[in-house]
């Protein structure tokens, strides 16, 4: 290691490949002797641009926080028992700005992140996790995190 980690920021979604992130946090962390800092960020910024009713909002940020809540539950039952020093974070904002602005302000040594694919459909409907950006301005290494490894596309054999 060219330096000691102390600190791993860790990025959640709540999905499956996120899940696999924060194990990988939590076996770098207890290997390390680290603190993780799960950081969530609730995008709810593409709502201002939906032509709905309020209402509607209100609905759909109501369920995204309670996609928070569930998420963070599961990642505290998970976490327990296992001896690793951690914070939960949870901010709304643009996903891509606030990932970046905790970065900054934290300066973690080690960023885990999961991956999420999307193809041109998905690109131009859902903003998920800047990777690009949050690659380019980290000031520390960045794990970024794929799905199962037997899902690998490419031919091993060959």
């Known amino acids: 290691m060219p330096h ?3 600190r791993i920021l860790c990025l959640i979604t709540g999905d499956m490949v996120s899940r696999r992130a924060e194990d990988w946090a939590v076996f770098l962390a207890k290997h390390m002797g680290a603190k993780i800092e799960f950081f969530h960020v609730v995008d709810d910024e593409f709502l201002d641009g939906l032509p709905t009713p309020i209402d509607m909002h209100r609905e759909v940020d109501d369920e995204l926080d309670h996609l928070t809540r569930t998420t963070t539950s599961k990642l505290k039952k998970k976490l327990r028992g296992t001896g690793v020093a ?3 974070i949870v901010r709304h904002g643009s996903s891509e700005t606030e990932i970046v602005k905790e970065c900054k302000e934290r300066k ?3 960023i885990i992140m999961p991956y999420e694919p999307r193809g041109m459909l998905g690109f131009l409907l859902t903003k998920g996790i800047g990777h690009g950006r949050v690659i380019d301005d980290a000031c ?4 970024v995190v794929k799905g199962e490894p037997d899902a690998c596309s490419w ?3 060959g």
Do not use: H, K, S
């Open 155 to 157: 031919d091993t054999t």
């Open 140 to 143: 520390c290494p960045v794990l």
């Open 86 to 88: 951690y914070e939960i």
């Open 108 to 110: 973690p040594d080690l």
């Open 4 to 6: 000691n980690v102390t």
